[in-house]
């Protein structure tokens, strides 16, 4: 098992600065996935551990071996990377069996002998040897990408957004599927993804680029609970914002005084209370009905009804903000309905310098 190391990796088109300074660590035989809005640098940086393209500066190296350092580049085929890319960009000539053995030496190649054995592994039915791309299906497809990616033993695998093009039906098994395979090979793994439920499920580890900068590397439960700013807070799910005075160990915001969870100084212990704002996850608010004691008055402007749960905006009484909660898809209010809201756990604190976007909070 091999781990991969970015140290300070930068990368300009002309003048446009892609990459500005990355250091990433992916330890050996583990997912990291890559997450960032489109145009922030993910495939750019991707292209640059393939051997692709050069970065301006920096080093980047894969188990002991340094593959770029200013002055020294090893091409492509000698870093022992897979490569699967958007579509999985198959040969449409080509059988399932010969795109899988493509990369291997031409012996290997026609012994055909792994095809059955990575079929097993992507978990698709060896009867699929002999077809061709366009008489399977985008998911099976994506598997065979990551068959052919696998063949030759790499040490790393890059995935480039390799879900993005199937549909909702097919994705979640695919992604299963191409998980198990590149945990049953030990292969050390980046996914690139703009899909942050697709980062959180999937990654041991989750590096949020902005920019062309990484700006939180966390595991998911981590990032989820303790977004760095209030822009990676609405990136890696919903949020709910709001303008708080912080104090120690409470922060009092329109859904009430609230208690903080800690987190690396954003909320230290302070006499003073400071202007800020708090983060709340639309599943941490509570409906209640409108007659009883507790909670805050609130109105439901709309409800969106997804199936297993359902989105509820509602309008703090008397004149806002406007919130959403996340509850369960049954017996749901009606747009109009008064109702009273409490917050479950804790929440994070945002002192203004902090903050990143909205809310627009003066200290
Ligand atoms: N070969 C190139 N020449 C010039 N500009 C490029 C080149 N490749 C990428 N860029 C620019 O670099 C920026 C980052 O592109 P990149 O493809 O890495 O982003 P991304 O995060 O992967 O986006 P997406 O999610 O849309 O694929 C973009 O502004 C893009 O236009």
Do not use: W
Request: hydrophobic share 45%.
């Amino acid at each position: 098992m091999t781990a991969l190391t970015i140290t300070g990796v930068t990368k300009s088109f002309g003048t446009t600065s892609v990459l500005e300074g990355i250091d990433l660590y992916v330890p050996a035989g583990s997912l990291t996935a890559v997450l960032g809005p489109s145009g922030c640098g993910k495939t750019t940086l991707l292209r640059l551990i393939a051997g692709f393209a050069d970065p301006d500066g920096g080093a980047i190296a894969i188990g002991d071996q340094t593959v770029f350092a200013p002055g020294r580049s090893v091409p492509p085929q000698r870093r022992r990377v897979g490569y699967v890319a958007q579509e999985g960009a198959l040969f449409p000539h080509l059988s399932v069996a010969a795109n899988i053995t493509f990369g291997l030496p031409r012996s290997a190649r026609r012994a055909g002998e792994r095809v059955p054995e990575l079929l097993d592994l992507v978990g698709l039915d060896r009867r699929l040897a002999s077809r061709f791309p366009h008489e399977l299906s985008g998911g099976q497809q994506q598997r065979v990408a990551l068959a052919r990616a696998l063949a030759p033993g790499p040490s790393v695998v890059l995935l480039d957004e390799p879900f993005s093009s199937l549909d909702a039906g097919l994705r979640e098994g695919t992604r299963r599927a191409v998980v198990q395979a590149l945990r049953e090979t030990s292969a050390t793994a980046v996914l690139v993804t703009h899909d942050q439920a697709e980062a959180l499920s999937l990654a041991d580890q989750v590096a949020v680029m902005r920019q062309g900068r990484l700006i939180q590397l966390d595991a998911p439960a981590k990032l989820y609970r303790y977004p760095c700013d209030t822009g990676v807070a609405g990136f890696v799910g919903e949020s709910v914002l709001l303008p708080a005075d912080l104090r120690d160990g409470e922060a009092e915001c329109a859904l009430g005084v609230l208690p903080l969870r800690d987190s690396d100084g954003a909320a230290e212990a302070s006499a003073q209370p400071r202007r800020g704002a708090v983060l709340i996850r639309p599943e941490q608010i509570r409906l209640h009905p409108f007659a009883d004691a507790a909670g805050v008055g609130a109105q439901v402007a709309d409800v969106s009804f997804f199936g297993h749960d359902a989105a509820v905006r509602l309008d703090l009484l008397p004149d806002g903000p406007r919130v959403t909660a996340r509850v369960l898809g049954q017996d749901l209010p009606v747009p109009g309905e008064l109702v009273r809201l409490t917050v479950t756990g804790d929440v994070l604190a945002y002192p203004a310098d902090r903050m990143l976007g909205t809310p627009a909070v003066t200290s």
